[in-house]
């Protein structure tokens, strides 16, 4: 996050007017809002995805890949000192980024030019859903509705489309979990007949729409509705949740297979899906002036089974959920990879009507054509810039639980705040990155340092940021607190917003609201009411446009 001295020279600068010009002139272009999250979510450009600087170093290389692309630079423009657009792009600049421009004035010269501003993530996929269930009319059933045709015994399928990590957290009784992208592939093996009644929920809206309309659109001849304001709608309407369930919907074999294929297939004619095999690909992906993303749609755990070398997992629901936290570049071209062409058809279909115009489905993606050593086995780790030159000081997660009985250190959890939230390293500290120069000025420059984040990465180019001012005793936990966990070893949990360990605002990220401390009711309220109005401010900025069945 502190480029050398030699890499901080002037950077281009773009005014708003000449910006929303180029937002409409075909030619690829990433919009890098790099302030933390919460900044981020209160207010930001429609199309602009959020890499703040304190992540950069290891988001850049997997969101920017190609490092001649155009690409603005967004902040808030403070009126002294260094912005964070400038020091972002010192880095990008100094790992070969050419192409680079700051926005002048920020988020608040844009809206003085009368341009809108958003608040939210990822607005262009959750505008899209609005955009879908008005133009389609999908079915949607309350809360209400749904428990009294539960207590009838009704004959219901309740399918959840939210990924596993988010199901666990919260779900509704009798649901299974069957991730969005999934829904095709895998309801036909639950419904008992055509009368089967299907219910999709999500937390709120977007998935939940997205995934009845799949349905729909690929001719499922039962009863589907959407879930009103999902487990939000259902908790606000007064009934319970569960918690800690895993229950994944298998995929199917014999009938129920064929027919989730054949109403793939059926959806890739109406919709015109791209075909293409491996040698098409390695055409496109030779073009220098293009940006290909692969994207292998499948679950992790398949996907961590056998994937294509240089392919990215992207769930197909959160893909479609969260185009922004995938593809960062307009105009990119993106290719989907699946084994059986449902998971990445249904996908395909959604990006195409979302505007994303150059997409397609690989083939042959995961044929090892009797070459096994064709497919890759366990998680993609692309390495961050400069990361392969960070000192390798690591504790191994008992060495540090053994220093932290005896008061040795002084252990900083840099990670995502949330996630320390719900379970830590006791006694650890946690501090935003981008305040960590305020934060350390509180220690002895002899007082072992300790970071920690979530897998041990981030937390390595905070013990860099540490050195550089002028800390010796510094280490990082190797593996972060999945390694912690691994290990067996204790956490301590944070409920408030006053605990003394909190070193800094808690503001890297924006808090869902099943995710806060207090007001738990209003939040989801005043979510699912902007999720609804979404639409008429969309309707303000003509450059993003959506088609639908």
Same mark, same amino acid.
């Given at each position: 996050m502190t480029p050398d001295s030699n890499s901080m020279k002037a950077v281009a600068t773009v005014d708003a007017p000449t910006l929303r010009a180029w937002l409409s002139d075909g030619e690829e272009l990433a919009l890098v809002d790099v302030r933390d999250g919460g900044p981020f979510s209160r207010s930001h450009l429609l199309v602009a995805c959020n890499i703040p600087l304190a992540q950069l170093e290891l988001k850049a290389p997997e969101l920017l890949p190609r490092r001649d692309a155009r690409i603005v630079l967004i902040d808030d423009a403070p009126a002294e000192g260094q912005n964070a657009a400038q020091r972002a792009a010192a880095l990008l600049s100094q790992h070969g980024y050419r192409r680079l421009a700051i926005l002048e004035g920020g988020t608040s010269g844009w809206g003085a030019c009368g341009f809108e501003l958003f608040s939210g993530t990822n607005v262009p996929s959750k505008a899209f859903g609005e955009h879908v269930e008005h133009t389609c009319e999908t079915p949607r059933i309350d809360p209400e509705v749904l428990h009294q045709w539960q207590q009838e015994g009704q004959d219901i399928v309740l399918v959840d489309s939210r990924p596993a990590e988010e199901f666990r957290t919260v779900s509704l009784p009798g649901a299974s979990n069957c991730p969005g992208a999934e829904l095709v592939l895998r309801v036909p093996g639950l419904v008992r007949s055509e009368k089967t009644i299907v219910v999709v929920n999500c937390a709120g809206r977007t998935r939940s729409i997205i995934g009845t309309q799949s349905l729909r659109n690929a001719g499922l001849p039962n009863p589907v509705y959407a879930l009103k304001n999902g487990t939000m709608g259902w908790e606000l309407a007064g009934f319970k949740a569960d918690h800690g369930r895993e229950d994944l919907v298998p995929v199917p074999h014999g009938a129920a297979l064929a027919q989730a294929r054949r109403m793939a297939d059926d959806v890739a004619e109406r919709f015109g899906v791209s075909f293409i095999?491996?040698?098409?690909?390695?055409? @496109?992906?030779?073009?220098?002036?293009?940006?290909?993303?692969?994207?292998?749609?499948?679950?992790?755990?398949? !996907?961590?089974?056998?994937?294509?070398?240089?392919?990215?997992?992207?769930?197909?629901?959160?893909?479609?959920?969260?185009?922004?936290?995938?593809?960062?570049?307009?105009?990119?071209?993106?290719?989907?990879?699946?084994?059986?062409?449902?998971?990445?058809? @249904?996908?395909?279909?959604?990006?195409?009507?979302?505007?994303?115009?150059?997409?397609?489905?690989?083939?042959?993606?995961?044929?090892?054509?009797?070459?096994?050593?064709?497919?890759?086995?366990?998680?993609?780790?692309?390495?961050?810039?400069?990361?392969?030159?960070?000192?390798?000081?690591?504790?191994?997660?008992?060495?540090?639980?053994?220093?932290?009985?005896?008061?040795?250190?002084?252990?900083?959890?840099?990670?995502?705040?949330?996630?320390?939230?719900?379970?830590?390293?006791?006694?650890?500290?946690?501090?935003?990155?981008?305040?960590?120069?305020?934060?350390?000025?509180?220690?002895?420059?002899?007082?072992?340092?300790? !970071?920690?984040?979530?897998?041990?990465?981030?937390?390595?180019?905070?013990?860099?940021?540490?050195?550089?001012?002028?800390?010796?005793?510094?280490?990082?936990?190797?593996?972060?607190?999945?390694?912690?966990?691994?290990?067996?070893?204790?956490?301590?949990?944070?409920?408030?917003?006053?605990?003394?360990?909190?070193?800094?605002?808690?503001?890297? @990220?924006?808090?869902?609201?099943?995710?806060?401390?207090?007001?738990?009711?209003e939040a989801m309220q005043q979510y699912l009411t902007w999720e609804v109005n979404l639409l008429e401010q969309l309707a303000r900025e003509p450059y993003l446009t959506f088609s639908a069945p």
């Open positions: 095999d491996r040698n098409t690909l390695r055409s @496109m992906q030779a073009e220098s002036h293009r940006t290909t993303h692969v994207f292998d749609v499948r679950q992790p755990a398949e !996907f961590a089974g056998g994937h294509l070398p240089g392919s990215l997992n992207a769930p197909g629901g959160q893909l479609v959920q969260a185009t922004d936290t995938f593809v960062v570049t307009r105009g990119a071209r993106i290719v989907l990879v699946d084994r059986l062409q449902v998971q990445s058809v @249904m996908t395909a279909h959604w990006l195409i009507q979302m505007g994303w115009h150059d997409v397609h489905v690989l083939t042959d993606g995961l044929s090892a054509d009797g070459q096994p050593g064709l497919l890759e086995t366990g998680p993609v780790r692309i390495t961050g810039l400069g990361e392969a030159a960070l000192p390798d000081q690591t504790l191994s997660p008992q060495t540090l639980h053994a220093q932290l009985k005896e008061d040795a250190v002084t252990v900083i959890d840099v990670g995502d705040s949330f996630r320390w939230r719900r379970g830590h390293v006791p006694g650890s500290c946690y501090a935003m990155r981008s305040y960590l120069p305020q934060v350390l000025e509180r220690f002895s420059l002899q007082r072992p340092l300790v !970071f920690v984040c979530a897998d041990g990465r981030l937390s390595r180019f905070a013990a860099q940021d540490a050195r550089a001012l002028g800390y010796a005793a510094v280490s990082t936990l190797a593996g972060g607190r999945s390694a912690w966990l691994a290990a067996g070893l204790p956490t301590e949990t944070c409920t408030t917003d006053d605990d003394p360990k909190l070193l800094t605002p808690t503001d890297d @990220m924006w808090y869902p609201p099943y995710a806060r401390t207090s007001a738990v009711q």
